[in-house]
């Protein structure tokens, strides 16, 4: 059974500061997609970034890149500039056709 | 905003009773998912319908069931309601071109709270 495992509860940055967030997967698949996803005090799930396995180059988006570790099934995102409105739940999720898991999040808090 | 709406945003009712909460996906999206967060169990995957025909089934309990309209929204259907139901219920909505096989990304809406007395 696949299962994804953040492994930070809580974190928190100084503003301005550079944050990564951990996440690591168990899977037996070799073609599946990985995804970050921003949940913030408003509850809305938003989509922050994308990464298809079969692809050797790490994900960016803007201030947020992903270092994707495929032999590790790791995959842990990166917030440049941390802004205070970075400040929500993070979770990682796995999805191959059909199948979709998500991990338990990690609090960020950005510190002004 | 996702362009995926869900009504209610709000819903109380009472243990034994039966609820429906409505999602309408993305314009031009064909598959819609549903999901279930509670407190104490973070996000919960429960089914998927593509093009009104059910695709994938997570962790569902027979007490719930779903179905998707011509028109592409989608209706989860909450019945025998315990306690432990309430919970933030999410849709998410996306392409899944590939016949239906979807690791495309999903766009999330609002989310419908529940809450159970």
């Known amino acids: 059974a696949q299962t994804v495992t953040q492994s930070q509860p809580e974190m928190s940055v100084q503003e301005a500061e550079t944050v990564t967030l951990s996440c690591t997967y168990d899977?037996?698949?070799?073609?599946?997609?990985l995804f970050w996803y921003k949940q913030p005090p408003s509850r809305q799930m938003i989509l922050v970034i994308r990464?298809?396995?079969?692809?050797?180059q790490n994900a960016t988006e803007n201030r947020f890149s992903v270092n994707f570790q495929k032999a590790a099934k790791s995959f842990s995102l990166k917030i440049s500039d941390s802004q205070l409105g970075d400040t929500a739940m993070y979770f990682c999720a796995f999805m191959k056709p059909n199948q979709f898991y998500f991990g338990t999040g990690t609090s960020l808090t950005v510190i002004p | 905003d996702s362009g995926v709406t869900q009504t209610p945003k709000h819903l109380i009712t009472a243990t034994g009773q039966r609820v429906t909460l409505r999602c309408s996906p993305r314009s031009g999206d064909l598959s819609v998912y549903w999901y279930q967060q509670s407190l104490d169990q973070g996000l919960q995957f429960l089914i998927q319908?593509?093009?009104?025909?059910?695709?994938a089934k997570g962790n569902i309990l027979e007490r719930f069931s779903a179905q998707q309209f011509p028109d592409l929204h989608s209706e989860l259907n909450l019945s025998s309601l315990e306690l432990g139901d309430s919970a933030l219920y999410f849709c998410a909505s996306s392409v899944a071109t590939s016949g239906g096989l979807s690791t495309d990304t999903q766009y999330f809406g609002p989310g419908t709270r529940l809450t159970v007395l």
């Open positions: 990464q298809e396995a079969y692809k050797q």
């Open positions: 319908y593509y093009n009104g025909e059910e695709r």
């Open positions: 899977t037996s698949e070799n073609n599946y997609y």
